[in-house]
């Protein structure tokens, strides 16, 4: 089975696609283990990422795509984060900045890079590296990601290892500091 030519309607601010084949929400609850730090009982419920994903089949060269959108914030510092994978089949992917502003965390073997992002912004992944985005300003930050559809996502490695580096607040701004304390990047805004 295929799918037929069509169109999807994307919302650059609510990081919603029209029509919409599956919606997802991840809370500060469903990411526990994965910032550097706990959160506490009362922000359970708080919504750190929302995805909305347009209609697709997983077949030999069908292509999947969908909306992100991280919201503003933080957790001790820790600028809220998706929980990061690798794709099953080493099957690169696009994403495509919306609105706000963040950047995509990336990591194969001992390399660690930061690509910072914005509307219009394309960060290329390619295939292989594991791949975590991040939400650097005071908006949601919202990307569009489109990959094949049969890669499949492996969560595991980066709930067992990590990234290789943390994104964290810094004044108006952040710092990318990897795991043995160098810093990668730094921004003011
Ligand atoms: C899928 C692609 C994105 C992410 C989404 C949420 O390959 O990279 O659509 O699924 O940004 O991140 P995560 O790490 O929870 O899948
Ligand atoms: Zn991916």
């Given at each position: 089975m295929t799918l037929e030519p069509h169109a999807v309607l994307l919302?650059?601010?609510?990081?919603?696609?029209?029509?919409?084949?599956?919606?997802?929400?991840?809370?500060?609850?469903?990411?526990?283990?994965?910032?550097a730090s706990e959160h506490t009982a009362d922000?359970?419920?708080?919504?750190?990422?929302t995805t909305s994903t347009a209609p697709f089949v997983e077949g030999p060269g069908e292509l999947s795509f969908g909306e992100t959108r991280i919201e503003a914030g933080d957790l001790?510092?820790?600028?809220?984060?998706?929980?990061?994978?690798?794709?099953?089949?080493?099957d690169g992917e696009v994403y495509i900045g919306q609105s706000g502003m963040g950047g995509v965390v990336?990591?194969?073997?001992?390399e660690v890079k930061w690509i910072p992002m914005t509307q219009n912004t394309v960060?290329?992944?390619?295939p292989l590296w594991k791949h975590r985005s991040v939400n650097t300003g005071s908006e949601p930050f919202v990307?569009?990601?489109?990959?094949?559809?049969?890669?499949?996502?492996?969560?595991?490695?980066?709930?067992?290892?990590?990234?290789?580096?943390?994104?964290?607040?810094?004044?108006?701004g952040y710092s990318v500091i990897a795991d043995n304390g160098a810093i990668i990047a730094d921004a003011a805004s």
């Open positions: 919302d650059p601010v609510s990081g919603t696609t029209q029509p919409q084949a599956r919606a997802s929400a991840r809370t500060l609850e469903g990411m526990r283990g994965l910032f922000r359970d419920n708080v919504v750190v990422y001790n510092g820790e600028l809220f984060m998706t929980h990061g994978h690798i794709h099953i089949r080493p990336l990591q194969k073997d001992d960060c290329y992944i390619p990307f569009l990601s489109v990959y094949p559809s049969q890669s499949g996502q492996d969560y595991e490695p980066v709930r067992r290892n990590g990234m290789g580096a943390r994104v964290y607040r810094a004044g108006a």
